[in-house]
């Protein structure tokens, strides 16, 4: 059986992305920005919602686009039950 996402909120997947080193770096109504800097000094940005329940097509885009940032495989526990 494939692993399904969790079904998270906004506040959880803000601390998920913390533990990361992403901290919240500006927000407008439920979108907020994450922002950390590489070791290589490049500025990476997240943006999510702070919603009481993330859809799964707003989690599943989520985990992508923090994948660009973060390996999938240290992700993957996060946003996925085994």
């Known amino acids: ?4 996402l ?7 997947v803000l601390s998920i992305l913390a533990k990361f080193g992403f901290s919240v770096h500006a927000q407008k109504g439920s979108h907020v920005k994450l922002r950390r800097t ?10 999510i919602v702070m919603h009481d329940e993330l859809d799964i097509g707003t989690l599943h885009a ?4 923090a994948s660009r ?3 999938e495989e240290q992700l993957r526990g996060e946003f996925y039950s085994e």
């Open 38 to 47: 590489s070791p290589s000094g490049t500025i990476q940005t997240l943006t």
């Open 69 to 71: 940032f973060v390996p």
């Open 6 to 12: 969790k079904r998270l909120s906004g506040k959880e």
């Open 1 to 4: 059986m494939s692993p399904k």
């Open 62 to 65: 989520i985990f992508r686009q």
